[in-house]
């Protein structure tokens, strides 16, 4: 029995749904960009189920903003997959020219960060909150400024939120309550086919007799209807590592050759490691997952947020400072009261590193086997 056109008219059928959703998405972002009551710029919240396409149309709806207004914010605020940082972090960039490869891996200093710790809002959400409200502050305080007399050259700029997947139970109520503080002047509602993952109809975020400013709804289409949720979970997981890893790359000179694994493994050996002294450095746990007294004892083979005591706090009601970047610790040795870690950070910076910042997310395989760790855990197994 042959196939061949039963196949070929599938495929073309998918190619084309595709091509409309492309469009779909594309005329979206073009009428909140050209809107012509977008004045001041708006403020875009995009929200969803989780692998329903949200940072994809993040990424157009950027460019497209980017094509009107030239500069843009981004607020990202999805900790397990973000855009342009490793994971962990909820961050504020701004944007010049566009980014032009949907598919490439990119990494860029943000404007502003904190270091969350985790691949998942679920373990804290009020300091999840507490992050997402002082980045928001303080776009409006530096990014969205009208007539500012001391300061003629600023001016107010488009900001769009990239939101995270979880929007169901506690999570669904933790977005409610970012939408009402940032009141969005536009919202576009990323639905699936599967309805009851989908998030509810209409202004969800509102009271009825709140007297909010108007908002403008858009509802799109998922790239993804019904996604295998295992499927999802272990690509997840591979983007979080190959984000890592790339990150720990820039330890590594430009014109270092890697073909294989072991050529990371043995490039990432080679980095001499940067000593911290362990009694200076004060470690935060952020989701206190072990006394203060025993901290540094779960420190070697972690991932840590590096910052210092000199960095703007978060806010009045938390002393949390910002985040610098990331480190990998090595080795802790506490008779030498030493810290021995690797970082893209430079080292002017890293001299003035006094924090420490726990996290409970996983160190990329070619990470742990220089600190040791894989070994010795394959050397304890073989014992038992």
Known sequence: ??????????????????????????????????????????IVAVCGPGNSGKSAFSRIMLNTLIA???NVGYLDID?????FTPPGFVSLHVFEEQTKDLTILYLRNPKRCFFFGDACAKRNPKLFLTYIFDLYDYFLKEFY??????????SAIPLVINTSGWIKGTGLHVLTEMLKYVSPTHVIRVSTTVEHKNL???????????????????????AHNSPCSLLVKKE??????????????????????????????QGFASVHPFQLHLSKIHVIDLHCQV??????????????????????????????????????IRAVEISED??????????????KVDIIFQSCIAAPSCLLQVSGILSDITDRLLKI
């Not at 009208?146 to 003629?152: E, H, K, M």
């Not at 030493?338 to 001299?351: D, Q, R």
């Open 145 to 154: 400024c009208f007539r500012d007399v001391d300061n003629p050259k600023k």
């Open 338 to 351: 030493c810290i021995h870690l690797i970082t893209p950070i430079s080292h002017k910076l890293m001299e």
């Open 291 to 328: 006394s203060r007294t025993d901290a540094h004892h779960f420190l070697n083979g972690t991932i840590v947020g590096l910052s210092t005591s000199a960095s703007p706090p978060l806010s009045t009601e938390s002393s949390t400072p910002c985040c610098i970047g990331l480190g990998f």
């Open 79 to 83: 900790v397990g997959q973000p855009e």
């Open 1 to 42: 029995m042959d196939t061949g056109g039963g196949c070929s008219a599938a495929a073309a059928g998918v190619e084309e749904e595709a091509a409309q959703r492309e469009r779909e998405w594309e005329e979206a972002a073009e009428a909140v960009a050209y809107d012509s009551c977008t004045c001041p710029p708006p």
């Open 236 to 265: 997840a997981r591979i983007i979080r590592e190959l984000r890592l890893t790339a990150y720990f790359r820039q330890c590594l000179p430009r014109d270092f050759n890697i073909f294989s694994l072991s050529d990371l493994i």
């Open 200 to 222: 509810p109809c209409g202004t969800f975020w509102m009271n009825k007799f709140d007297e909010s400013p108007p908002v403008n709804l858009f509802k799109i289409r998922a």
């Open 68 to 70: 009107r207004y030239r």
